[in-house]
T-cell receptor, first 116, second 114 residues
Framework: GAGVSQSPSNKVTEKGKDVELRCDPI?????LYWYRQSLGQGLEFLIY????????KSGLPSDRFSAERTGGSVSTLTIQRTQQEDSAVYLC??????????????FGPGTRLTVL | RKEVEQDPGPFNVPEGATVAFNCTYS??????FFWYRQDCRKEPKLLMS???SGNEDGRFTAQLNRASQYISLLIRDSKLSDSATYLC???????????????FGQGTILTVHP
């Protein structure tokens, strides 16, 4: 079956522009996560959705970052007024449910964002 | 101190070697433990979950020591295809919620050579 998909796969933008990154989770997965992987920084958690609600936004690095999820499915991560330090691979993951944190999270291929 | 710490390596081993990776975590409330594998410029994929009783999957053995807050991964009879970055991952309930925010170690790079 189809896995998690993300688009675009690569995005190059100029400093100060806004970008939108999209995630299509596995069908039926209620939990959705965004992570960021920067060179030399490892993977860091950004935000978690259960259905359309985001009970944990604690990982968003600044108020320039926002995310939404509609219909319990597709999610969009928006970065406003991009900065060079936003350059990273943005990974989305989904899991079936997430009671107790034991469900396997399946990752998408990521969006590689480069801010010039 | 990072919440999950790993030796970044790199580990360079010949085919057939046995190699062990270690990981420590600082949050004693951590509840679930995993090893993920990440190939170059690819997404992480779950390799195996880690249980206190220890678990084995073919050439891979994972161990968890809750008292020491220590996780290990042993790879026996290394193959060229095992070359990848191995990520130690833990989940902790956040603020009383019952979901699993993954916290990743920096990863350990393994290269298996002929």
């Amino acid at each position: 079956g189809a896995g998690v998909s993300q688009s675009p796969s690569n995005k190059v933008t100029e400093k100060g522009k806004d970008v939108e990154l999209r995630c299509d989770p596995i069908s039926g997965h209620t939990a959705l996560y965004w992570y960021r992987q920067s060179l030399g920084q490892g993977l860091e958690f950004l935000i978690y959705f259960q259905g359309n609600s985001a009970p944990d936004k604690s990982g968003l690095p600044s108020d320039r970052f926002s995310a939404e999820r509609t219909g319990g499915s597709v999610s969009t991560l928006t970065i406003q007024r991009t900065q060079q330090e936003d350059s990273a691979v943005y990974l989305c993951a989904s899991s079936l449910v997430d009671v107790g944190g034991t469900d396997t999270q399946y990752f998408g291929p990521g969006t590689r964002l480069t801010v010039l | 101190r990072k919440e999950v710490e790993q030796d970044p390596g790199p580990f360079n081993v010949p085919e057939g070697a046995t190699v062990a990776f270690n990981c420590t975590y600082s949050n004693s409330a951590s509840q679930s433990f995993f090893w993920y594998r990440q190939d170059c410029r690819k997404e992480p994929k779950l390799l195996m979950s880690v249980y206190s009783s220890g678990n084995e999957d073919g050439r891979f053995t994972a161990q968890l020591n809750r008292a020491s807050q220590y996780i290990s991964l042993l790879i026996r009879d290394s193959k060229l295809s095992d070359s990848a970055t191995y990520l130690c991952v833990v989940t902790s309930n956040a603020g009383g919620t019952s979901y699993g925010k993954l916290t990743f170690g920096q990863g350990t790079i393994l290269t298996v050579h002929p």
